[in-house]
């Protein structure tokens, strides 16, 4: 299994932005891909955005596309999540995952405790 271990959320402002870093551990060599979820509260876990491992094609929720921008530091087996002219519907857990993606399916196998990003109006 690979270990998932997410920092940078916190409290922002609407307008602001925070950056969300994910390292990996363990059984790094087999990621095929890694991505952001988030809940918000009293809702159900989305994607949020995806990185494929091996050629960097990156998939984003409409919902914050333009303003979210997922980056890898493969050396470090790291993600991060840039985020953007944050507002308040941002507000939400956010997770980091591990698995496998093609054009057929997605499977996470891997899982991150969480991070919270709450942002203020």
């Known amino acids: 299994q690979v270990q998932l271990v997410e920092s940078g959320g916190g409290l922002v402002q609407a307008g602001g932005s925070l950056r969300l870093s994910c390292i990996a551990s363990g059984r790094t060599q087999g990621i095929d891909a890694m991505a952001w979820f988030r809940q918000p509260p009293g809702k159900s876990r989305n994607l949020v955005a995806r990185i494929k491992w091996h050629n960097g094609r990156t998939n984003y929720a409409n919902s914050v596309k333009d303003r979210f921008s997922i980056t890898a530091d493969y050396a470090n087996n790291t993600i991060y999540l840039h985020m953007y002219n944050l507002k308040p519907e941002d507000t939400a857990l956010y997770f980091c995952?591990?698995?496998?993606?093609?054009?057929?399916?997605?499977?996470?196998?891997?899982w991150g405790q969480g991070t919270q990003v709450t942002v203020s109006s």
């Open positions: 995952a591990a698995g496998r993606v093609t054009q057929k399916f997605a499977e996470y196998d891997d």
